[in-house]
């Protein structure tokens, strides 16, 4: 192995079936995910910074650190983090602007979890931490809910729960940028698996894929408090499919 495969993140990435068969389809080259504490890494969680303050901006990078932007800058939080930390009133400076990075970088790889199923060999012990063997039977295939019908007998497995080596899918980051949600483009719409929206073109013929994209991405964010009317920051990832 080099140095350079050896230097390689590898990040899990929960994906639902309708996106996982547009990566298949190769039509979906982008995916957008909400700005949360899960999905940044700064000097403080997203949640302790006032992310829908008008002052949040975009800042392209480096950092004076030399870390690659694109970052948001926001201020603060001040009583949440005097909270959390159990700080007296005044203990934090609400003048105070943070970086906030997110979880995934250009070069990073991203291993696919979805819904799935694998016929066990022996019974799976369970400990503190999880499973001491996984107990699955190497030698079948592995199922996946994306792929359309299966044998009812089938009982499918969260895509939180897929190991590793599971997965079939895996994506190499090749962008990553941060904006509100509201501004993404058709172009951008549709790399992002969503389809035409049936009876609407411009002017110029072209077909529209946002009002597409909004109503699935309010299937999936908008019962979570970020649906397309609130306007959430989101990291943008750009991906290609890596062969098997």
């Known amino acids: 192995m ?12 929960l994906m639902h079936a309708e996106s996982v068969r547009s990566i298949l389809a190769g039509v979906k080259t982008q995916t957008r995910r909400v700005v949360t504490d899960s999905t940044s890494r700064g000097n403080y969680r997203a949640s302790c910074l ?14 004076p650190a030399g870390n690659p932007g694109p970052y948001l800058k926001a201020y603060v939080n001040a009583p949440e983090v005097e909270r959390r930390h159990s700080w007296k009133s005044g203990d934090c400076d609400p003048s105070c602007l943070e ?5 995934v970088f250009v070069g990073d790889r991203l291993w696919v979890r979805e819904k799935w ?16 063997e996984d107990g699955y039977n190497r030698d ?17 497995r969260p895509s939180i729960h897929m190991p590793r080596w599971a997965s079939r899918l895996t994506l190499e980051v ?20 969503a389809p035409a929206a049936a009876g609407y073109t411009y002017r ?18 908008e019962h979570r408090g ?4 609130a306007n959430p920051w989101v990291w943008v990832i750009e991906f290609r499919r890596l062969d098997a």
């Open 2 to 13: 080099t140095t350079t495969e050896a230097a390689v993140r590898e990040r899990a990435i």
């Open 50 to 63: 006032l992310l829908n303050d008008p002052r949040t901006f975009v800042d392209g990078g480096p950092s």
């Open 99 to 103: 970086r906030l990075y997110p979880w």
């Open 117 to 132: 199923y694998h016929p066990r060999s022996v019974m799976t012990a369970w400990g503190r931490n999880g499973p001491i």
């Open 140 to 156: 079948k295939p592995t199922l996946y809910r994306a792929d359309g019908e299966q044998p009812r007998e089938v009982v499918w």
């Open 174 to 193: 090749t962008g990553v940028r941060v904006e509100r949600v509201q501004e993404i483009t058709d172009d951008d719409a549709k790399v992002e698996g």
């Open 204 to 221: 110029d013929g072209s077909e529209v894929y946002r009002d597409s994209f909004r109503g699935r991405w309010n299937a999936l964010n």
């Open 226 to 229: 970020f649906g397309w009317d």
